[in-house]
């Protein structure tokens, strides 16, 4: 169950039927491009490394011989070829990628309603666009699964720099048919489709209740990590009176006393006690967890998580 309110009116939804290629509103395009320039700049000047570091292929695997040549480990002549051969050959070795990144994105009508000009959709399309382009850099496959309170959108992994592309448009012009958020029905929908291994970012502001059942079943075949993105009137009331707030799920208008410390204390604690209970199950299931927030830069936050991971697989 969500937080009963504190969403502010929602944006208005993308014009449809404005002229553009594929019939995508120049604003969205415009927005596409934002998108990529910046992740581009960040992954080139960033976290290109970091991600190679951290998200290794599944194995190493032979590639070729070679003539051996001075300087040359001696540890790396293949003796057998020596012998056979008469000729000291080395054994080069390749990593063998073949990764899976799923983003998971949780695309409900709160996260396109907020008080600030970026929305908690907006950020997480461009997070996951710069984890996006570090992937099929590396040459890794990404795929998108779009949620409310059932799976709304699929898209299978693939690789290249238009597949990216194609992933950020689709979380940009979401239109969820559905109310609500169930991250659990999700996953359990992700461990349908995606039979081998893969990374999943899952990616909601997780205001919701999250089934513990589903989410270990999830990731005993995959590596979650989960990026919680919110702002700040997610988990603390600002003090400005009697206001009108509309719940962006039902539409319903809720009239709230903000200046009541009652009020306000009850719903930090509502909050509190979600996280409390989220971050018990993740740190249960080793789920590590990457905290951002509009309208703040989001980079320290990313280089945190790369530490982290890297300093886990040494």
Known sequence: MRLPFLRVLSRPAEDAAADGPGGIPPELLDRIRAIEIKARRLVNDLFLGEYHAVFRGRGIEFDELRPYVAGDDVRSIDWKA?????????????????????????VSASQRAGALPQSKADLAAEICAVLA???????????????????????????????????????LWANPQTRGTDIGAALEYLTGVQKRRATVFLVSDFLAEIDVRQLR?????????????????????????????????????????????????????????????RRLAFGGLGIDEIQVYAGTD?????????????????
């Not at 073949?98 to 998971?104: G, I, P």
């Not at 699964?145 to 299978?156: D, G, I, M, T």
């Not at 003090?239 to 009020?263: H, L, N, Q, Y």
């Open 298 to 314: 989001y980079v320290p936050a990313l280089l945190r998580f790369f530490k982290r991971r890297s300093l886990g697989a040494a």
């Open 133 to 171: 382009l570090a992937a099929i850099r590396n040459k890794d496959r990404v795929g998108l699964l779009l949620f409310a309170s059932k799976p709304e959108r699929y898209v299978r992994p693939s690789g290249g720099a238009k597949h990216v592309l194609r992933v950020v448009r689709e979380m």
């Open 82 to 106: 020596l012998a056979r051969t008469g000729q000291p050959l080395v054994r080069r070795y390749r990593e063998d990628r073949d990764l899976t990144v799923m983003f998971v994105v949780d």
């Open 217 to 277: 079943a999830a990731a005993r075949h995959h590596d979650i990590i989960a990026l919680r993105v919110r702002e700040p009137i997610d988990e603390e009331l600002p003090d400005a009176g009697i206001v009108t707030i509309r719940d962006s799920e039902t539409g319903r208008p809720v009239e709230v006393d903000t200046s009541s410390a009652r009020v306000r204390a009850s719903y930090e604690e509502r909050v509190r006690a979600l996280d409390h209970e």
